[in-house]
């Protein structure tokens, strides 16, 4: 097991176990070695790896069959957003083409129904509010203020619509939110994503739906196809 001085021992247990899954040394399907036997081929503790076969059960990494032992489980049928972070580390922090795009094709789905809530359910203080956070982002200089500016604003955006799941979905996701926003602007500038926060947030103070959706589709789009594609 690889130890690292800044991780705890039950990271490591954990680490070690996602990253033999991802690489294929361990195969969907395959049946794991009993929790003493790891102990010993790991040199850690019992109560390091109930704990770290939980955490992995929890990702989807592994499933727990009750008398039968436990299996290498299909990530990415089972996987949650903890999973598509575990993907992240074990690539060098970097999203795939198609975990890019899947997110994408979410936020088009779902973002022209967010901003409609918002717009009929968030109050005139709530929308100061928002636009404050977008002060912030066009006031943003580098790189890291900007990608968390933006994730700020539209955390917000999805807290307003009042409804809990959207915002937890969103809130959940901010870690490869940032990443892709960071791709982005090292290839095209912050300019177009200030530009496009703008107008939804212009869009919504005016009651109008339609045409802040269609702006949050585009920008999705950007990322996606043509020369600003970050895929």
Do not use: W
């Not at 709530?126 to 900007?146: F, I, S, T, V, Y």
């Amino acid at each position: 097991m690889d130890r690292n001085k800044n991780i705890s021992v039950r990271e490591s247990f954990i680490r070690t176990i996602e990253n033999k899954i991802l690489s294929g040394e361990l195969e969907i399907g395959q049946q794991l070695p009993t929790a003493r036997e790891l102990c010993r081929q790991m040199g850690v503790s019992l109560t390091i790896v109930n704990a770290g076969i939980s955490e992995l059960a929890a990702k989807g990494f592994v499933e727990v069959k009750p008398r039968h032992g436990m299996y290498v489980a299909d990530y990415k049928l089972h996987g949650t957003t903890e999973t598509l972070v575990a993907i992240m580390r074990y690539n060098g922090g970097k999203l795939s083409d198609h975990d890019i795009r899947s997110y994408c094709e979410s936020r088009c789905a779902i973002d022209p129904f967010v901003i409609k809530l918002v717009i009929e359910r968030a109050s005139r203080e709530q929308l100061r509010e928002l636009g404050l956070r977008l002060d912030k982002l066009l006031k943003a200089q580098d790189m890291e203020e900007c990608c968390d500016s933006i994730t700020d604003f539209f955390n917000l955006m999805y807290f307003l619509s009042d409804n809990s799941f959207f915002s937890l979905i969103y809130n959940s996701t901010i870690k490869p939110q940032k990443e892709m926003y960071a791709m982005f602007i090292r290839k095209n500038g912050a300019g177009l994503i200030k530009e496009n926060a703008k107008e939804i947030y212009d869009c919504i103070c005016r009651g109008d739906a339609e045409a802040a959706g269609k702006e949050s589709v585009h920008a999705m789009e950007l990322a996606t196809s043509g020369s600003t594609s970050i895929i």
